[in-house]
């Protein structure tokens, strides 16, 4: 990729009088005001071998306003590629070298590359500008929890043996295709119909016959896809390399699968939500259970706003650590991030203890609200019950804030595949939504 190049702004570049209009020519005035964030796009897209000009590439700033513009809109790739070919305001914003539209394939290359830290980069250098502009001072922090979901649908042991029995026999059938000559069955149609058995099967013991014969049918095929990754020869080349890296990923997550299985239904044990596998494509996704809610598959999230609402910082945990625990963490981010203390906090009763209470004091925080008491006196937390009363009501203020991330921003569930871009999809749509809620508060 040869240096970067960016696209100027043209006088034919009209934006349109609507609100969205607006608010793009704001939002692209403030990306004009700070270009040196294209140097962060360009080091990605390096990383990732995408070329910077020709059919198959896009310039820097062209990928980050389109990446924007997915996430503000809530678009897929291909009605993304549609609006810039349709719309005169988002060509505008997005700097389209005059008479070209990319594909959709274009753009799932690059904006994908961007990577999930330089989105948390933007984030920093948004927030600022904010408080720059006297939007947001970081003095007054509220924090709570929730729960991304991962693209993957309700398990089940039933379900993920077939699933396994399913990506089993598409591997057979490529190494067939590289020259394999080992002598396989396929048992697909079997491991569907017990799976479905055992779906609406009544009484433990029907299950359990079920599931073995469904387990042996996936052993069966996993020892065809062994014979296979020791017979294939070795002049298939690349695809071969190729195909033997996929057996190596998806064998031992195979292999966990029934194990759990036979711990869970045949030896009746509890495995532990941290044990479990949940997908074999996703298996990166956690098991989250927030109270006595119904149960997520994905992701929690810690995350923390202020008075203007904006998202102060984000941290996607792994596993399902109890929020008590993350308190006196997210609170030092925040004094990283702005170099000292908030003056006054407030965060949901999952995170209050007292050690958590007397750290933040010790931190320099003069009223810590808890929205549940749990055990601590008003008057340890706060100075009086009216401020108590005050900023127990802001507190409530961030769950409007994750409800407009999760409706309008793509929040309720990650629709990317993978770990690393399941961050970076969720930190895109924080950038979103942050500098759309900038421009609107940015005093004129």
């Not at 020791?230 to 190596?248: C, D, F, K, N, T």
């Amino acid at each position: 990729m040869r240096q970067e190049r960016t696209v100027q702004a043209s006088i034919f570049d009209l934006f349109a009088e609507h609100e969205i209009g607006r608010e793009l020519s704001v939002m692209s005035q403030w990306l004009d005001e700070h270009r040196d964030l294209l140097n962060l796009v360009t080091r990605d897209l390096r990383r990732h071998g995408v070329k910077g000009t020709g059919r198959e590439g896009l310039p820097a700033e062209a990928v980050l306003r389109c990446a924007l513009l997915k996430q503000y809109r809530q678009l897929s790739y291909q009605e993304l590629a549609f609006h810039l070919e349709d719309s005169a305001s988002f060509r505008a914003f997005a700097r389209l070298p005059w008479g070209w539209s990319p594909k959709k394939s274009v753009l799932h290359k690059t904006v994908s590359a961007i990577r999930a830290e330089t989105w948390e980069d933007i984030n920093r250098v948004l927030l600022a500008s904010a408080r720059q502009d006297g939007v947001e001072t970081g003095s007054v922090m509220r924090l709570d929890s929730t729960v991304t979901a991962a693209l993957i649908h309700e398990p089940s042991d039933s379900s993920l043996l077939w699933d396994a029995v399913r990506v089993m026999v598409r591997l057979l059938q490529q190494a067939d295709a590289l020259g394999s000559a080992i002598p396989w069955h396929d048992h697909c149609r079997a491991a569907k119909k017990r799976a479905r058995t055992i779906q609406y099967a009544r009484g433990r013991p029907k299950r359990v016959k079920h599931y073995r014969e469904l387990l042996k049918i996936t052993r069966k095929t996993l020892g065809y896809v062994e014979q296979a990754a020791a017979q294939l020869p070795l002049a298939a080349g690349p695809a071969g390399e190729l195909w033997q890296a996929m057996v190596r990923h998806y064998r031992p997550l195979i292999e966990q699968i029934i194990a759990q299985t036979e711990r869970r239904v045949l030896g009746g044990e509890a495995v532990q939500a941290g044990d479990k596998l949940v997908s074999l494509f996703e298996p990166h996704a956690d098991i989250i259970v927030k109270g006595s809610r119904d149960v997520d598959y994905g992701h929690k999230l810690n995350l923390t706003t202020g008075r203007s609402g904006l998202i102060l910082d984000l941290v996607i945990e792994a596993g399902n650590p109890a929020d008590s625990e993350r308190f006196l963490p997210m609170l030092e981010r925040h004094i990283g991030i702005w170099d000292q203390a908030p003056r006054q906090a407030a965060a949901d009763g999952g995170y209050a203890s007292r050690e958590n209470l007397r750290r933040a004091k010790a931190w320099g925080v003069r009223d810590m609200a808890f929205h549940k008491k749990s055990g601590l006196k008003v008057e340890d937390m706060v100075k009086s019950n009216w401020v108590y009363r005050k900023l127990r009501n802001f507190r409530a203020g961030i769950e409007a804030g994750i409800s407009c991330l999760k409706r309008a921003y793509g929040l309720r569930r990650c629709t990317w595949r993978g770990l690393d871009h399941f961050k970076t999809y969720v930190w895109s749509s924080v950038v979103a939504y942050n500098l759309v809620l900038f421009t609107r508060l940015k005093p004129i």
